[in-house]
């Protein structure tokens, strides 16, 4: 069984669309992640969600939101995608911010 | 805040030989540091954490890490480097339960046949 999934794994689109990430966690954790990691492999966090509590990177645009239904669910919301968000998108999940993290497969955007 | 500075953005070791990927960190209180692994076109997966306790840290594949105080230091070494060691490698710290782990930028090792 897969621990943390996302989809797509691939997702390729112009310039200005809305698009979403899904991720879903099946081990019980009570803390999400989005991260974005660039061409060099830098791994930026976006946000975490701890018990409904939401911390976001303050250098993240607000063309980015995330959206929980589920304490299983963190999914990645975007809006009018820009040339400079094409990366590699991982969701990770933890019990707490202490707790050893399971990151998910990656998504891959790239935006044309 | 904490903060984590790993020296060397690419480091290139022989088969068979010493591996060796430094990391620094910054904390006010005692931290939580940790060692992930990268493989290509994976996501990250935990090499080995210190929490507390023995400061001497075995992780998974044969590496160790031993976190010096004095030195504020928790550098990643294993005796002897495989072809499929090959991977990105990225130390991270907490320093509290209230907020989210902080990653260093990565070390690329590679491995020479």
């Known amino acids: 069984d897969t621990a943390v999934s996302q989809t797509p794994k691939y997702l390729v689109t112009q310039m200005g669309n809305d698009k979403s990430i899904k991720c879903e966690q099946n081990l019980g954790h009570d803390t999400m992640y989005w991260y974005k990691q660039d061409s060099k492999k830098f791994l930026k966090i976006m946000f975490s969600?701890?018990?409904?509590?939401?911390?976001i990177n303050e250098t993240v645009p607000n063309r980015f939101s995330p959206k929980s239904p589920d304490k299983a669910h963190l999914n990645l919301h975007i809006n009018s995608l820009e040339l400079g968000d094409s990366a590699v998108y991982f969701c990770?999940?933890?019990?707490?911010?202490?707790?050893?993290?399971?990151f998910g497969p990656g998504t891959r955007l790239t935006v044309l | 805040a904490q903060s984590v500075t790993q020296l060397g953005s690419h480091v290139s070791v022989s088969e068979g030989a010493l591996v060796l990927l430094r990391c620094n960190y910054s904390s006010s209180v005692p931290p939580y540091l940790f060692w992930y692994v990268q493989y290509p076109n994976q996501g990250l997966q935990l090499l080995l954490k210190y929490t507390t306790g023995a400061t001497l840290v075995k992780g998974i594949n044969g590496f160790e890490a031993e976190f010096k105080k004095s030195e504020t230091s928790f550098h990643l070494t294993k005796p002897s480097a495989h072809m499929s060691d090959a991977a990105e490698y990225f130390c991270?710290?907490?320093?509290?339960?209230?907020?989210?782990?902080?990653f260093g930028k990565g070390t690329r090792l590679s491995v020479i046949a």
């Open positions: 969600y701890n018990n409904k509590e939401l911390i």
């Open positions: 990770a999940s933890s019990l707490g911010y202490t707790d050893t993290q399971y």
């Open positions: 991270a710290v907490s320093d509290s339960g209230n907020t989210p782990l902080v």
